[in-house]
Structure formats: structure tokens, C-alpha cells
């Protein structure tokens, strides 16, 4: 946890939608409300793009992006200097867009200071460094030719971001789109636009040429979709929901878009008997808790050794009920309110879920107080995968939790889900530790560890939570690039 900041206070100035380095209102005039969910009041009016402007901002991202256009004949190295600057302003405007993001998503300020911030700013370096490390090879192939290869940007991307974290998720996409080359429309979440906007000022101020930035802010239906159907899109990145990544692969598959798709996930987080206890119970709690568990990586499902089970579960439960949330933008806070109404109804039906299916509740489960959309740290215990609370992504603070007898009852347990994101293990015994990270099927595997994130370590999903990795060289490979063979006789 970082340390108590200074809390300052900032207009909202940005709330139209961003191309060709203009802010502009939308098409059709429409606006939508952003709302601050620590007290559910509006915080801005946002201009609400749609297809009409989701063309527009194809088309300035086609113009920038063209053959003899000005990014076309931006060097690499010169593409790095623009992300290192963006990298550079993100934390000159360190406070305003902490501010921003914590009365958007109900993030605590300490939080989105101390430790978002400076992260996506993190991302824009690391991509700064990547852009002239984009190298082709030379192929021995057989007969007298010559043969290399070329990565090449695919061209416009369309970007899609959640709202659990606006500003990292974007960074992950943009930084690497724009290191490569590529030029991008980026349609932020409708229930937290504020901090891309700020990035879009920030772009116009870093220099970056007219259309390789553009932000339309929107409803995913209606801005999203067009994004994903436009026949000038070469590829989609996106973070949210299993279900929507379903709609946007059949919408991405008339015009063979490329995908990459980080999704939902219920995550085990595998404690056994030798791991310490105390230290094990504070990381479990901060693992399903951080960010109110609006975390596609939360440790929702955690698996306990039949030995320490009830001993563990019990230290759990006490440290669960003193973990009261309260105001995001008092710097002692450490849990916010739930993003959004939506949220909130959602958390209830799965705490009701759970109660009539038999789990038993061993901390938590009700909403806090009748304003903002605060929630009380929820603990279930005796829960089994068939339950929903076990199988389904709850996206909240409620963790189920579920008794394991040895190794491999836990390998099972834990892989019996369609998700495939991340993983804790909690171990003293090193080769129980690294045999069972290899029997994981999931992206990310934490041991004695979790929720750790490095601009420079792939990250992504196996079976249903998505496909090809952020972060990392490993994106610019798998999606930010495509390869070109090229022969050359020497006959
Ligand atoms: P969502 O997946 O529908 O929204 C994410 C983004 O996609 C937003 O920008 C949204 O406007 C856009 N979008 C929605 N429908 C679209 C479409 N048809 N075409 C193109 N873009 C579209 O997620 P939502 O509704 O905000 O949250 C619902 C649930 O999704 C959450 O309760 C949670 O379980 C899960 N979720 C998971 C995330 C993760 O990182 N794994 C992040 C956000 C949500
Ligand atoms: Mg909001």
C-alpha cells in the first residue's frame, strides 16, 4: 500500500470527444452522464460519439496512418521520444488524473497516486524503449536466397477499455499500438471516460501528429460496435467482459479483424498447509479486495489445505469485517465504493446466489449506508465449484472459498473453470510450487505473491479468458505487428 498523499482538486475540463487533435462535440449533439459513485452524483456531461463519429475518427486515423502521410514518416526512434513525453507529462498531471480516476471509478486516492499512476506512466517508458527494438530476422531457408522478414504496423486500431482500470488497461493498448507504429481510435468505458481524456489533452501536448490519437467517447453498443464493425478497423484490442468479447469476435469476423482479447476470469488462489499463515491471510484478502475486486486477475476463488482450513478461514473472516470502505479521496481509505449501480445490483444477486445455494456467509454481504455504492468485504466459506459464486465472475468484493485434501485435489479444483487468467500459490516448498505453476492452465501465476504487474511481463488469458498478451515485447509480436516475408534471388 502506498503512502498518504496530498489530496488536491481539479475542474473537469475534457468531455468531448478527441480526433485530429481537436475536441469536438458529438454528431449528434448527445451527451451522457459520467457519475461519481462515492456519492452517485454527475460529475460532467460527455459528448456521446456513435457511428457518425466513429467514422470520422477512422477516417483521421486512415489519413495519419497513410502511405507518404506524416506518421508514416515518423522514425521509430522519434515515436519513442512522443511516448517517452506522454510518459513524462502522465506524471507532470500525476495529481489531476489521480483525481480524475478516483471520483470516476471510486478508486482510493492513495491508490490511484501511489500506485496507477505512476504504472501507466511505467507503460509509456517501457513502449518508448520497445519502438526501435522491433526487429525482423534473416531466415536460412533453403537454395540460393536471400530471406527476411519485416514487422510492420496492421494499421488503425480500435481500442476498447473497461472501467475497473481506465488508465492502465488504455496504457497497455495505446503504448504499444503507438511504439509500433500503428495509429488509434480509443472508445474509453461510458461509466469512467475522465482520465482518457486527460491522456488526449496530454498526447496534443506531448506533439503527436493530428489523427494518430483519437478518442470517441460512447455507449459500447452503439460507438463500440461501430468501432468493431468498421471496414477501415485492422484490429481490436479490448478488456471486459467474456460475453461481449463473444459479440465482438463474431462482429470482427465479416471483416477478419485481428483480436486480442483480455477477459474475464475467476481465479484461484491456492493456499497450502506449510505457507504462512498470518502473512497469507493479509495477501488472500488483498488479492479478492484490491480495487473492491474489480480485478479480472482477483483471487476469487481461494483453495485452503484441509489442515489449516478452518484456523485460516476464521483469521480471513476477522480481517474481512475490519476492512471498512470509505471516502475514495481521504488519503487514509483503502477501499472505495463499487463502480457503479449496476455493479452494486450485481453483487447483491450473487450474494443471494450464494446464501441459497448452501455456502455459508462468514463476513460481509450487505451494502453500506443508502449513498454511494459501498459494499462490505464479503467472505463465503463450504463453497464447491458447481455453485454460480464459484463458477461465474462476480467482479466485487465477495470471495468463495473451497477446502482442498492434498496437490492434486487442488489442481483439480483449481483448473475446473472455463476462465484462465491468473493464479496465486501459497507455498514454503519450492518444487510443489513450480510442478503445480505448471499444471495451472492460466496466463498469469503468482507464488508467494499476487496482483503483481510489469510493463515489461506478458499478461493474458488461456481458455475463456481471452487470447495473445499485453505488456511485454510479447504484444508488439502477437498483435501490434504483422510479419512480412521477403525473398530476394541470389541466383
Ligand atoms: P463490457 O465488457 O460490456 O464493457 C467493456 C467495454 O466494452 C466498454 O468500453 C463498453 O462500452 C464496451 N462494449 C460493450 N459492448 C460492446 C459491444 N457490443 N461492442 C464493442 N464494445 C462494447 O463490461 P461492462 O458491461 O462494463 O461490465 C460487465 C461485467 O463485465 C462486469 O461486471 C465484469 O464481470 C466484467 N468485466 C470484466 C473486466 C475484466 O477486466 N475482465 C473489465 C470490465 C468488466
Ligand atoms: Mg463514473
Redo the contacts with the bound molecule.
Sequence with gaps: MAAPVDVKIFDVKNTKLFINNTFSDSSSGKTFPTINPSNEKVIAQIAEGDKADVDKAVIAAKNAFADGGKWSKTSASRRGKYLWKVSELIMKYADELAYLETIDCGKPIAETKGIEIPLTADIFAYYAGAATKIEGETIPVSGNFFNYTLREPLGVLGL??????PLI?AARKIAPAIAAGNTVVV?????TPLSTLKLAEIFAEAGLPEGVFNVVT????T??????AHPDVDG?A????????Q??MK?AALTMKRLSL????KSPNIVFADSDIDTTVKMAAAAIFYNKG????AGSRLLVEEKIHDEFLEKLAARAAKMVPGDPLNPETKLGPLA?E??LK?IQHYVDAGKSEGAKLLAGGNRIGHEGYYFQPTVFGEVNNSMKIAS?????PVLSTLKFKDFDDAVRIANETYYG?AAGIWTRDIKKAHTLARKIKAGTVWINTYNMYDAAMPYGGYKM?GFTRECGMESIYEFYTQVKSVWVDLN
Excluded at 483480455?262 to 476470469?265: A, D
Excluded at 461465474?392 to 466485487?396: A, C, H, M, Q, T
Design positions: 476498447i477499455i473497461p472501467w475497473n482500470f488497461t472508445k474509453p468505458s461510458e461509466f460512447g455507449y459500447g453498443k460507438a463500440g460496435a461501430a468501432l468493431v481490436i479490448f478488456t471486459g467482459s467474456t460475453t461481449t468479447g459479440e465482438i462482429t483480455e477477459l474475464g476470469g474489480e480485478v479480472c486477475t457503479s449496476v455493479q450485481k461465474e465472475e462476480i467482479f466485487g487468467l479468458s
